[in-house]
T-cell receptor
Framework: DAGITQSPRHKVTETGTPVTLRCHQT?????MYWYRQDPGHGLRLIHY???????DKGEVSDGYSVSRSKTEDFLLTLESATSSQTSVYFC????????????FGEGSRLTVL | QQQVKQSPQSLIVQKGGISIINCAYE??????FPWYQQFPGKGPALLIA?????SEKKEGRFTISFNKSAKQFSLHIMDSQPGDSATYFC???????????FGKGTSLLVTP
């Protein structure tokens, strides 16, 4: 298994509170991604990173910010959580060898009440 | 705007049968087409992938058929088994897997 750890794995929070999800990798890969998965929508890209301090937006980035201060950590922050952000969030990494394969973490289930 | 359209949304197949999932894309610049398999409570995992220079790729019981002119590709699971029951996602990207665009997924149930 790819060395990806997501935390927390489950979180329940209230509308308006800030939330940070952490993705930690032990593979030293350059590229990291955050996706959200929702029934009927599949997997949608939120943000991605192509190096330390280098990030870019995906198709559903509104309401989310990211940071990558170290190669191994990619943080996803919801500044003020809304019920529409209730979802399962997946972190993924890509090997630098450009094989084209994404390795996914096991997901973080977030419920915003 | 969804760049990859996947069908059907759900599929029930008897053990030993053939499961077929279809995907269509719009962007002719896409050059990498993977399929991911996801079991409940787990992250998706790469199952098989194809590039547009070939029309078919087979790995064991899993085959991708690719039709460049129609901008369609499909996954065929031969001799489907109950252990194949999972959600399957097709995807496409411009640059060998970076920033994949996923379909909405197909929930496959293989009955004994």
């Amino acid at each position: 298994d790819a060395g990806i750890t997501q935390s927390p794995r489950h979180k329940v929070t209230e509308t308006g509170t800030p939330v940070t999800l952490r993705c930690h990798q032990t593979e030293n890969h350059r590229y990291m991604y955050w996706y959200r998965q929702d029934p009927g929508h599949g997997l949608r890209l939120i943000h991605y990173s192509y190096g330390v301090k280098d990030t870019d937006k995906g198709e559903v980035s509104d309401g989310y910010s990211v940071s990558r201060s170290k190669t191994e950590d990619f943080l996803l922050t919801l500044e003020s959580a809304t019920s529409s952000q209730t979802s399962v969030y997946f972190c993924a990494i890509t090997p630098d060898s450009n094989t084209g394969e994404l390795f996914f973490g096991e997901g973080s289930r977030l419920t915003v009440l | 705007q969804q760049q990859v359209k996947q069908s059907p949304q759900s599929l029930i197949v008897q053990k030993g049968g053939i499961s077929i999932i279809n995907c269509a894309y719009e962007n002719t610049a896409f050059d990498y087409f993977p399929w991911y398999q996801q079991f409940p409570g787990k992250g998706p995992a790469l199952l098989i992938a194809i590039r547009p220079d070939v029309s078919e790729k087979k790995e064991g019981r899993f085959t991708i058929s690719f039709n460049k002119s129609a901008k369609q590709f499909s996954l065929h699971i031969m001799d489907s088994q109950p252990g194949d029951s999972a959600t399957y996602f097709c995807a496409a990207s411009l640059n060998s897997g970076y920033a994949l665009n996923f379909g909405k997924g197909t929930s496959l149930l293989v009955t004994p």
